[in-house]
């Protein structure tokens, strides 16, 4: 539910607002009686939205704007006036207002202000977001048989609303399919909000998660929404969830239970409709025996689970990472673009990638880039560790079996050929050996490889 807050200091006048927004909108009205008190109220309260006079004693609707620039509480504003003194109003745009309105309007106009103002609110800090989004070179790149396998999986679940558990070792792209799960689910017109549980300290866990009051501790001067409630309609993704605290992981069962939280410091019960993706590269089943995790969390987030393979396993998919990964580097380093040269791919390809997978590449190919002046990075910029590193088969932790082994090392062949052959396709299927073109295409189309 909107919530939103009306300044004004003459009381018949907000207090019919109020009233009115109550009755059209169905939103939840707060009031205050000038600029000190709403400064107050938008401290202790999660506001969505406040429609301000200008022209109050004490404090005023500039100063208040000013006050709140200076907190940062980002809360959308609309100015009403009676004057009629658009000069004035002009200026509270300047400070930050959203938009301003005359008291006259009909109160259907003004709720369908409020409306467009909390959109854009939500819209800007989604664009926010995705500018941080933006800014990370890995994707969820690849069309081997593992991640057709996983693509497909992600497909099935992603309209499901149960929570989902996304296991894989580090690097591997678990916050990625968090988000594919959430753009095929939920959709990108809902909020995603990713909280990793190893980054928190143990005393601010719950805050973060389920918000707080204000007064709640020491240092929670203002009323703060957590993950949940801002999540809500849409997707929280909890990384690194084997990390929670035992106190938070109770709470945490409470909510995927019941679909209601309370804000630490508070009594009043908020419902929340969001979906949770958890994710872990520990083995929970292992964390249960050791009782550092719930059981009955375990089974209550494992209900449906989406496991990434490692780089390894996919040693196919390295040609079109270390293209992407290249094509993005590049842009964000601000150079001219560059290109890998087939047998440094094939060095790559060759690489174990343990350490931290697809993370471990990235890292690589920006150090290859930096090492390269001109616009093709070949083999001499493989740093020396991985030109000396042997292939090895997929580890005792990941078995696989003798006909998925196969395909991938067919695929593996097959990639490689087009890579040296700059994916000239009659050139690649003499090389192998293969009747003709339509040979290469068929087994290209068996195994996902597109032709660039």
């Known amino acids: ?19 009115d927004l109550r009755r059209l909108g169905e939103f939840e009205s707060l009031t205050a009686d000038g600029g000190q008190a709403a400064l107050d109220l938008l401290l202790e309260e999660a506001v969505d939205c406040v429609i301000l006079d200008l022209e109050m004693p004490g404090m005023d609707g500039f ?24 000069e004035r109003c002009v200026q509270a745009v300047r400070l930050g207002a959203y938009a301003f309105i005359d008291k006259a309007e009909s109160m259907e106009k003004v709720v369908h202000e409020i409306q467009n103002a909390v959109e854009r609110g939500r819209l800007e800090g989604e664009v926010a977001a995705l500018r941080a989004q933006l800014l990370d070179t890995s994707s969820l790149i690849g069309t081997s048989g593992p991640m057709r396998d996983l693509k497909a999986a992600m497909a099935r679940l992603a309209p499901i609303p149960s929570p989902i558990l996304v296991v894989g070792e580090s690097g591997t792209g678990k916050e ?30 719950e805050s973060e998660l389920f918000g707080h009051e204000r007064g709640a501790f020491t240092g929670a001067h203002q009323t703060r929404r957590g993950a949940f409630e801002l999540a809500r309609e849409g997707t929280l993704f909890l990384d690194e969830i084997a990390e929670m605290p035992a106190a938070a992981q109770a709470k945490l069962l409470r909510v995927l239970e019941e679909r209601e939280i ?4 508070g009594s009043r019960t908020i419902v929340v409709d969001t979906r949770v993706v958890a994710a872990t590269n520990r083995d929970l089943e292992q964390e249960v025996e050791a009782k550092r995790f719930r059981q009955d969390l375990l089974f209550r987030l494992n209900v449906h689970t989406l496991s990434v393979p490692p780089l390894r396993d996919r040693r196919s998919d390295v040609p079109d990472l270390v293209a992407h990964l290249t094509h993005r580097l590049c842009a964000r380093l601000g150079i001219r673009p560059k290109t890998v040269e087939a047998e440094a791919v094939a060095l790559l390809m060759a690489h174990d990638w343990r350490r931290n997978n697809v993370r471990e590449l990235r890292n690589v190919v920006e150090r290859m880039i930096i090492a390269t002046d001109g616009d093709r990075i070949g083999v001499a910029a493989v740093p020396p560790d991985l030109q000396t590193t042997a292939r090895v088969l997929p580890s005792a932790e990941q078995p696989r079996t003798f006909q998925e082994r196969k395909a991938e090392a067919e695929r593996q062949i097959v990639v490689a050929a087009l890579e040296r052959n700059d994916w000239h396709i009659t050139n690649t299927a003499k090389e192998l050996g293969l009747a003709d073109h339509a040979s290469l295409l068929k087994i290209m189309r068996r195994h996902g490889i597109t032709s660039r």
């Open 176 to 205: 990625l399919v968090a988000r594919e799960l959430h753009r095929l689910g939920p959709g990108e017109r809902r909020p995603f909000i990713a909280v990793n549980c190893a980054a928190l300290p143990e005393n601010l866990i």
């Open 1 to 19: 539910m909107i919530t939103v807050l009306v300044v004004d200091d003459v009381a018949p006048m907000r207090e019919q607002y109020a009233y």
């Open 63 to 86: 100063d208040l704007l000013r006050a709140m620039s200076e907190r940062e509480l980002r809360v959308p504003v609309i100015v009403y006036t009676g004057t009629g003194n658009y």
């Open 262 to 265: 309370v804000r630490l410091g």
